[in-house]
């Protein structure tokens, strides 16, 4: 079997309407998949005004906004007739679901009952959300949800061998492999840094920058960034706060950090830019994955302190390309910053390390990783 007889039918709760990590790695994978002969059919919820151009022929799926403060997102409620009738002419002898929703359910269904070959990747950690909004008693239900989803599967796909592990835990039965992910090295490298962008938005020369880069939404872990720059105050440790990117807990977390320098939602070269003029990277995040901005950061030649939780464990050598911390360690996380930014040697060192290790991920050897996964499946 070759690359041109392979038909995927892509499914995703948000391919291209809201940017994130998820999706930027679902239209790379997208990419190469079309630039080695496979035949592509992706369906999603769309939007009037998308975040950005799709990669491949876009199927808009019918959905309804999410309640709770979150209607940027999309929920399809099924497969509708069309839908499924549009399948059916597609053909596809692969189907990939890239979320555990009501339409990755009944794509998977729909393969079944047609014994098509299924794939299902992990794109984020669901099962934390419910600690962040005050709902911790259904952890565990969502656990019990994910591991019946992902059973569902021929193959589940996950980022990287912490989360490899946790799912293993769930005591999913399914065969796990690792599809990992790349980074864009003309637009994350230490070249990118600027020292007159910096100035612009207050930020001297000599000023040591703690940066955060994501959705500005609670799961991301504001409340512990917030925390922890709180101690660095009550430390004297001198520092500013630059943070980049948008979302519905702006208005919240800036009150938590007053004095940070909020530049906003990047994109393109601008963020390359942005991120590269950090001096610090701070993710005190846990439900990542994989973490494509920890691996942005470190391509930027930036030392990152993160949360010692999936995602990161796979990408900061802890004490060599910046330091892993507790997750919620408010203590741990200020003294590493501190010796981060009372060190200037440490930092830089750091720095370049992380800029070397961030040369072996690259998107092509990526992502044909899981073309070959299809061709397994698919024989």
């Known amino acids: 079997m070759h690359p041109s007889d392979v038909r995927v039918a892509l499914f995703s709760g948000n ?16 990419g190469h998949l079309l630039a080695r002969g496979v035949a592509l059919r992706v369906y999603s919820p ?28 999309k929920m399809a409620l099924g497969l509708p ?68 989803f992902y059973d569902r599967a021929d193959q589940v796909l996950v980022p990287g061998g912490s989360i490899a592990d946790i799912v293993a835990g769930w005591g999913v039965e399914t065969p796990i492999s690792i599809w990992s992910r790349g980074v864009d090295h003309d637009r994350f490298r230490p070249g990118r840094r600027s020292l007159d962008w910096r100035r612009s938005l207050g930020i001297g020369d000599d000023d040591v920058a703690i940066g955060f880069l994501g959705r500005l939404v609670l799961e991301k872990g504001l409340d512990v960034f917030a925390d922890v720059i709180a101690a660095l105050e009550a430390r004297g440790v001198p520092h500013k706060v630059l943070v980049i ?24 070269d601008d963020l390359g830019r942005a991120v590269a003029s950090m001096d610090i990277f701070f993710n005190p995040s846990v439900t990542e994955t994989f973490g494509n901005v920890t691996l942005e950061a470190m391509a930027s030649g930036v030392p990152v302190v993160a949360a010692r939780a999936t995602g990161a464990m796979d990408l900061v050598r802890d004490g060599v390309t910046g330091f892993l911390v507790g997750p919620r360690d408010i203590a741990g996380y200020a003294r590493r910053i501190g010796e981060l930014v009372e060190n200037t040697a440490l930092r830089h060192a750091a720095g370049g390390a992380g800029h070397a290790v961030a040369q072996g991920f690259e998107w092509n050897r990526i992502n044909e990783t899981v073309l070959q996964t299809y061709l397994k499946l698919a024989r």
Request: hydrophobic share 40%; net charge neutral.
């Open 15 to 30: 391919y291209n309407y809201t940017r994130d990590g998820a999706n930027q790695a679902l239209n790379q994978l997208a």
């Open 46 to 73: 769309t939007v009037a005004e998308p975040a950005f151009e799709p990669t491949g022929e876009l199927i808009s799926v019918p959905a309804l906004s999410l309640p709770g403060g979150r209607s940027e997102y």
């Open 81 to 148: 007739r069309k839908i499924r009738a549009d399948l059916d002419a597609f053909a596809p002898n692969i189907v990939h679901v890239a979320a555990p929703d009501i339409m990755g359910h009944r794509a998977l269904s729909w393969a079944r009952g047609r014994d098509i070959a299924s794939v299902a990747s992990l794109h984020t950690r669901f099962e934390t959300y419910p600690r962040y909004y005050h709902l911790t008693a259904l952890e565990p239900l969502a656990i019990r949800l994910s591991r019946r």
């Open 245 to 268: 990117g948008e979302g519905p807990a702006r208005d919240w977390f800036a009150e938590r950090v007053p004095d940070a320098v909020f530049a906003g939602f990047q994109t393109g």
